[in-house]
């Protein structure tokens, strides 16, 4: 069974531009999780998304911003990019419910 | 304000030492978890415990889940240079089906 995966798996912006990052998750999964792993901070929680609509957003701008797709894949879009988002960004997949959650690796972003 | 906080943030200790983990909060949760992560992977899945005053044995792993379900422990025995990594305790409360992580503990366990 192949895993969540992201990508790409590293990228690097300048401040002001426009990033995309993606998520595949696991075949049956229909929850995609985002977070954000900045330095020294843990896991920060973005978005959450089940079956194609958001269903809860944690305390970021709205420049943060994301979709689900009916094939359950995800996109994570963040505008107007900023020297303090530069970050690991994970995303991870569930079935509903309170079943385990499974990570991707993660995108690197770093913002210059 | 961190909701979970986790201690210590750091722990070098040397191969066969045993350790463990805090993770605490004001808030109750309906079940907590527990993940590891390594360099350039995302974490994965060790233990959930759900019952006040539950405890689960991993291994050289034993997890518990306060009475109250507010807290919870890692202790690890005799531990490795395997075990070393990022340990991540998360909480999850009935509302918004999301997981609230602490901010992490390092380990590092020397030869």
């Known amino acids: 069974e192949a895993g969540v995966t992201q990508s790409p798996t590293h990228l690097i912006k300048t401040r002001g531009q426009q990033v995309t990052l993606r998520c595949s998750p696991i075949s049956g999964h229909t929850s995609v999780y985002w977070y954000q792993q900045a330095l020294g901070l843990g896991l920060q929680f973005l978005l959450w998304y089940d079956e194609g609509e958001e269903r809860n957003r944690g305390n970021f701008p709205p420049r943060f911003s994301g979709r689900q797709f009916p094939n359950y894949s995800s996109e994570l879009n963040v505008n107007a990019l900023e020297l303090e988002d530069s970050a690991l960004y994970l995303c991870a997949s569930r079935v509903r419910g309170n079943s385990p959650l499974h990570f991707g690796n993660g995108t690197r972003l770093t913002v210059t | 304000t961190q909701l979970l906080e986790q201690s210590p943030q750091f722990l070098s200790i040397q191969e066969g030492e045993n350790l463990t983990v805090y993770c605490n909060s004001s808030s109750v949760f309906s079940s907590l978890q527990w993940y590891r992560q390594e360099p350039g992977e995302g974490p994965v899945l060790l233990v959930t415990v759900v019952t006040g005053g539950e405890v689960k044995k991993l291994k050289r792993l034993t997890f518990q889940f306060g009475d109250a379900r507010k807290d919870s422990s890692l202790h690890i025995t005799a531990a490795q240079p395997g075990d070393t990594g990022l340990y991540l305790c998360?909480?999850?409360?009935?509302?918004?089906?999301?997981?609230?992580f602490g901010q992490g503990t390092e380990l590092s366990v020397k030869p």
């Open positions: 998360a909480g999850v409360k009935n509302q918004g089906g999301k997981l609230i």
